[in-house]
């Protein structure tokens, strides 16, 4: 069983279309989070998210929303995707000191 | 604010050569500190982590990393390289503002050489 999953693992789209990256980890964690990685591989907090908080890195525009239907799930849903869009998004978990990260999402905006 | 620092992009070692990866860390107060490996086209692995207790941490695949308070470093090592480490290497540190998220450095290649 795949502890932190994504999908999809790739997703090419064209600028000004709407998409979502799903994650779901079945470690019974309490916390989730989103990063992006760029094309020069740095890696970025977005979103920190348990059931009681959402924070915001306040650097990531308001086209980018995290949505939680609940504790097992947090999916990235981003409106008018833009080219500048494009690069890897990973999903994470954690409990205490354990992250574990999902396999990331490839998404390329043409 | 919280930061680590990789100071070498790329390390090149030699097959069967000692390897170090560089990890220097900014923190207020006592530092959650993590490694992880990227390897092409894959997810980030986790190596290991220092939280507290013997400043030697020993992790996954032979590394390990010493905690250097003094120096503010989280080197990582491996006795002998392996072809199959070359990979991209980071470092982290939680964040200790409550949002519990890892701030991770710039990367590092390393290329193991036949």
Same mark, same amino acid.
């Given at each position: 069983?795949?502890?932190?999953?994504?999908?999809?693992?790739?997703?090419?789209?064209?600028?000004?279309?709407?998409?979502?990256?799903?994650? &779901?980890?079945?470690?019974?964690?309490?916390?989730?989070?989103?990063?992006?990685?760029?094309?020069?591989?740095?890696?970025?907090?977005?979103?920190?998210?348990?059931?009681? &908080?959402?924070?915001?890195?306040?650097?990531?525009?308001?086209?980018?929303?995290?949505?939680?239907?609940?504790?097992?799930?947090?999916?990235?849903?981003?409106?008018?995707? &833009?080219?500048?869009?494009?690069?890897?998004?990973?999903?994470?978990?954690?409990?205490?000191?354990?992250?574990?990260?999902?396999?990331?999402?490839?998404?390329?905006?043409? | 604010?919280?930061?680590?620092?990789? #100071?070498?992009?790329?390390?090149?070692?030699?097959?069967? %050569? #000692?390897?170090?990866?560089?990890?220097?860390?900014?923190?207020?107060?006592? #530092?959650?500190?993590?490694?992880?490996?990227?390897?092409?086209?894959? $997810?980030?692995?986790?190596?290991?982590?220092?939280?507290?207790?013997?400043?030697?941490?020993? $992790?996954?695949?032979?590394?390990?990393?010493? /905690? %250097?308070?003094?120096?503010?470093? /989280?080197?990582?090592?491996?006795?002998?390289?392996?072809?199959?480490?070359?990979?991209?290497? /980071?470092?982290?540190?939680?964040?200790?503002?409550?949002? %519990? %998220?890892?701030? /991770?450095?710039?990367?590092?290649?390393?290329?193991?050489? #036949?």
């Amino acid at each position: 069983d795949t502890a932190v999953s994504q999908t999809p693992k790739y997703l090419v789209t064209q600028m000004g279309n709407d998409k979502s990256i799903k994650c &779901e980890q079945n470690l019974g964690h309490d916390t989730m989070y989103w990063y992006k990685q760029d094309s020069k591989k740095f890696l970025k907090i977005m979103f920190s998210y348990n059931n009681k &908080e959402l924070i915001i890195n306040e650097t990531v525009p308001n086209r980018f929303s995290p949505k939680s239907p609940d504790k097992a799930h947090l999916n990235l849903h981003i409106n008018s995707l &833009e080219l500048g869009d494009s690069a890897v998004y990973f999903c994470a978990s954690s409990q205490g000191s354990g992250y574990t990260f999902g396999s990331g999402t490839r998404l390329t905006v043409v | 604010a919280q930061s680590v620092a990789q #100071p070498e992009d790329q390390v090149n070692v030699a097959e069967g %050569n #000692p390897l170090t990866v560089k990890c220097t860390y900014s923190v207020s107060g006592n #530092p959650y500190l993590f490694w992880y490996v990227q390897y092409p086209n894959r $997810g980030l692995q986790f190596l290991l982590k220092y939280i507290t207790g013997d400043n030697l941490v020993k $992790g996954s695949y032979g590394f390990e990393a010493e /905690f %250097n308070k003094s120096q503010t470093s /989280f080197h990582l090592k491996k006795p002998s390289a392996l072809v199959s480490d070359s990979a991209l290497y /980071f470092c982290a540190v939680r964040d200790q503002t409550g949002a %519990n %998220n890892l701030f /991770f450095g710039t990367g590092t290649r390393l290329t193991v050489i #036949p």
